[in-house]
């Protein structure tokens, strides 16, 4: 079943599979997050503050949107790799298929959902009226065009778990380059074609976001992974999502959609509190986060790829202590560079932060936040790695109390930050049910900054106390079954 491009993580030295996986979603990783990167700089040459905040507030909208579309994709990525490890081509098939269909018609439903309740999606941002027109003009473009992203999460989620981490790194190249013409000749315009402003960003996003997917799903049809997706299939019918894989994926994906969810929904609150301070204290929190952060988050997401493999794959294999292993070196590894990154922030996040704005009230609150989580991000990294294996085993569960418990407490300790822990209950209230007014503001913009960072130490202690106090269970548990149907092993 296997062929040169996968990668059996089921033998072998954990580490030299580790890196050997992570490195390339790594860059494939860097990749994505310069598509919001091309969108600040380009944008940001228009000249137009109110544009440069209308997409840090998009960030988040963003993320709440896409969270309902990764049910399938990320339950059959789990369940992929279990099969690759156990073995079982067929069931490979019929994941993929039923992924694939389910998949859309959910993406087409969001998106229909997703245009309708925009404006109360723009009302939740706490923003101008003129950013509202640009978050608005953003958001509209990529609502419809839904069905290409959700389609590329299916085929780079299934590369992944046969351990191909390569071809979609070698789509995404070919994707960005495309993007960045897009973006130059939509966004500034370029002789004939004029100037779209925001809306060619969203269009350049669009158009270039679609090329993974359809390729990826090319190449799997002839064969890349070693097995074919159309086997004992006739015709479209063999396509249609069966109703027990279905639920299968679900069960997995579900948590780490509602975690994903929370993760939007609680930075949409956080740009919310940031907005008292201003539009450019908003704009200054999505060039940190979205614009500079994202370059550890790259290697944090190439190492949460590699745990989601190694694991799932030991896990289908009936391998609980390897998958266990697997998921420690991960965790270091990752941890380890992210915070090699983090130094680069601290050392330099003036440099850094000019590169996505040169307005300078924006520019003093990004360099605040690239500084202060330029202390923290080896928590950042080793807790992404850690809710990867989690994924991996099939305990997604587990991961959305570890992680969206902590997001969700950021909003407390943030508004008590902000708005001094008297008025905390109020900020609250506030924030989260738009009741009244906000608070007073008592507290530095870098409040927000140390909410995030406080958070992810306890997230990253949180995983690491969970996975140690289980090591010497691990050691006497078994998967529970082994390899049809497997689901989850005791971490």
């Keep these: 079943m296997a062929r040169a491009s996968t990668v059996d993580t089921t033998e072998g030295s954990l580490v030299g599979r580790s890196v050997q996986l992570a490195w390339p979603a790594v860059l494939q990783a860097l990749l994505v997050n310069f598509y919001a990167f091309n969108d600040f700089v380009f944008v940001g040459l228009l000249g137009d503050a109110a544009a440069t905040a209308a997409l840090s507030a998009c960030f988040a909208l963003l993320i709440l949107h ?12 789990a369940l992929i790799a279990q099969a690759f490890g156990a073995r079982r081509p067929e069931r ?21 959902v997703g245009v309708l309740v925009m404006p109360w999606f723009v009302s939740l941002a706490n923003v101008t009226p003129e950013v509202g027109e640009h978050v608005a003009d953003y958001l509209s473009i990529i609502y419809w065009s839904t069905p290409t992203f959700a389609l590329m999460l299916v085929i780079v989620g299934a590369f992944r778990a046969v351990g191909d981490t390569r071809t979609p790194l070698y789509l995404e190249i070919g994707s960005l380059l495309v993007n960045v013409v897009l973006n130059y000749v939509l966004v500034l315009g370029v002789g004939p074609v004029p100037s779209m402003g925001i809306k060619g960003a969203a269009l350049a996003t669009a158009i270039s976001r679609a090329l993974p997917g359809m390729v990826g799903f090319w190449l799997i049809l002839r064969g890349h992974l070693g097995f074919d997706p159309r086997a004992g299939t006739r015709g479209v019918k063999g396509w249609w999502p069966e109703r ?24 949409l609150m956080l740009n919310r509190m940031a907005g008292e301070l201003g539009p450019a ?21 190439g190492f949460l790829t590699a745990s989601v493999s190694i694991v799932g794959q030991n896990v289908g294999a009936g391998k609980a202590d390897r998958a266990m292993g697997g998921a420690w070196i991960s965790a270091g590894l990752s941890a380890l560079c992210c915070q090699a990154v983090g130094l ?37 990294g080793f807790e992404m790695s850690m809710f990867g294996a989690l994924v991996g085993a099939g305990r997604s569960r587990t991961a959305l109390l570890v992680s969206g418990g902590y997001n969700l407490l950021r909003i407390p300790v943030a508004a008590g930050l902000l708005f001094g ?71």
């Design 344 to 380: 680069l922030f601290i050392l330099f996040p003036e440099e850094l932060c000019r590169m996505v704005t040169d307005d300078y009230d924006t520019l003093s609150y990004a360099m605040s936040y690239v500084y202060y989580v330029g202390w923290v991000m080896w928590a950042v």
């Design 281 to 301: 204290a908003q704009g200054g929190l999505g060039a940190g986060l979205r614009g500079i952060e994202w370059i550890g988050f790259a290697f944090g997401s």
């Design 92 to 112: 490979i098939g019929a994941l993929y298929r039923s992924s694939v269909s389910a998949t859309m018609v959910l993406s087409v439903v969001v998106a229909l």
């Design 66 to 77: 896409f969270t309902f579309i990764k049910v399938f994709p990320t339950g059959a990525t």
């Design 421 to 491: 822990w008297a008025s905390m209950g109020d900020g609250v209230r506030w924030v989260l049910l738009g009741q009244g007014e906000a608070p007073p503001v008592s507290g530095p913009f870098a409040a927000l900054v140390w909410t995030i960072g406080l958070t992810s130490v306890l997230k990253a202690l949180t995983y690491a106390i969970l996975l140690s106090s289980r090591w010497r269970r691990l050691r006497r548990s078994t998967v529970r079954t082994r390899a049809y149907g497997a689901r989850s092993v005791r971490m």
């Design 244 to 267: 027990a894989l279905t639920r299968e994926m679900a069960h997995i994906g579900i948590f780490e959609a509602l975690s994903g969810l929370i993760y939007g929904g609680v930075y």
